[in-house]
């Protein structure tokens, strides 16, 4: 925007009218790969808790009689989105947190590995875990989708 300043001395010069940006938003524009790499963390966070919500499916269905190899074989896609976020992370300048927290994940899904075939006390944390790793991935996949949108916190 701009407007038209007359002066005593000479012609009118055109002065333009600088408004502060609204709140929440940042001054500095990201550049196209750092928004890219920020959309495709979010994309991945968000598909990492659709894959949970299937593989939990999945073991309902072998608690109640079906064929316990839909659990197994899916458990091994569950170990891809988050090491692909860790990178991904670092090219979107996410914050450290974001960073970090997929590797939280990794950790998570191998104890999943280790208590998955152990004596019945231990085994009974199989299922603990996994809501551990559920409730670990809607906070990645909510404080993502928060930086793609450009605010501070999710």
């Given at each position: ?17 600088v ?8 001054m ?116 993502a ?10």
């Amino acid at each position: 925007m701009s407007r038209v300043v007359e002066t005593p001395s000479g012609p009118a010069r055109v002065e333009a009218i600088v408004t502060p940006p609204k709140r929440g938003t940042t001054m500095t524009r990201l550049s196209v790969p750092v928004r890219l790499a920020r959309i495709g963390y979010a994309l991945l966070s968000s598909v990492f808790v659709a894959c949970v919500l299937v593989q939990v499916f999945f073991a309902g269905m072998g608690a109640f009689g079906a064929d316990w190899a839909w659990h197994l074989t899916f458990a091994h896609f569950l170990e891809l989105p988050p090491l692909l976020m860790m990178p991904l992370a670092f090219v979107g300048r996410l914050p450290w947190g974001l960073r970090l927290l997929p590797l939280g994940l990794v950790v998570l899904i191998g104890v999943q590995y280790a208590i998955a075939d152990v004596t019945v006390p231990t085994a009974a944390l199989h299922p603990v875990n996994a809501l551990l790793i559920f409730w670990a991935s809607l906070f990645i996949a909510r404080r993502a989708w928060a930086a793609v949108a450009g605010q501070r916190k999710g």
